[in-house]
């Protein structure tokens, strides 16, 4: 017998959402094939949410969860002693819900660390570029001086020899000279 995800929900007694949270979380764990946008599960699938749910339960991790279905029973890592370990106080249900929401957050924790360092990255290039265009605009202004003293000098090279030699006995207008 093949079910959907609406088929499960209505069988374990859990709401659809944390199904397709469950197929989700732990997709690995689950086989099934489909038809258009619809999952189809084999009936194996409810005995694995009813494992992840009790197993959630007793508070084991999401590693630990995926590790104890593939395996069967219980979890091969060494765990605390059952005495040690705090007992949940809220239904397996919303502890599980808990958790959920702890490994989200842990994943936006992540992303946001990943995504400010790439922000810092990205701003040590912007003041890179930035000082590389204050450098380029730095090296412009010395050429731009020394193309406007070589015009100066084209110019008094190509003036009348006559006037060349006027300017030179009144000693104005020629470059370098007081006007």
């Known amino acids: 017998m093949e079910l959907k995800i609406g088929d499960i929900a209505e069988i374990t007694g859990v709401p659809e959402r944390e199904i397709r949270v ?3 979380t732990y997709e690995d764990l689950f086989s099934y094939r489909t038809i258009g946008p619809v999952r189809i599960f ?4 409810v005995q694995i949410v009813r494992e992840i749910i009790d197993l959630s339960g007793e508070g ?3 590693d630990e969860i995926i ?3 593939h395996s069967g029973g219980a ?3 060494p765990r605390e002693p059952e005495a040690d370990r705090p007992t949940p106080s809220l239904p397996p249900g919303v502890a599980f819900d ?5 490994e989200t957050l842990a994943r936006q924790e992540r992303r946001i660390a990943h995504l400010t360092a790439e922000l810092e990255r990205e701003r040590e290039e912007v003041d890179r570029l930035r000082q590389a265009v204050d450098d380029l605009q730095e090296q412009f202004a010395i050429v731009a001086e020394w193309v406007d003293y070589f015009d100066l000098q084209m110019d008094e090279a190509t003036l009348p020899a006559l ?4 300017r030179a006995l009144l000693g104005r ?7």
């Open 67 to 69: 590790e104890a279905v």
């Open 22 to 24: 469950l197929v989700q």
């Open 75 to 77: 979890p091969t890592s």
């Open 42 to 45: 084999p009936e194996r699938a």
């Open 98 to 102: 808990l958790r959920m929401m702890q």
């Open 163 to 166: 006037e060349r030699i006027r």
């Open 60 to 62: 084991l991790t999401t």
């Open 173 to 179: 207008g020629g470059p370098g000279r007081g006007v």
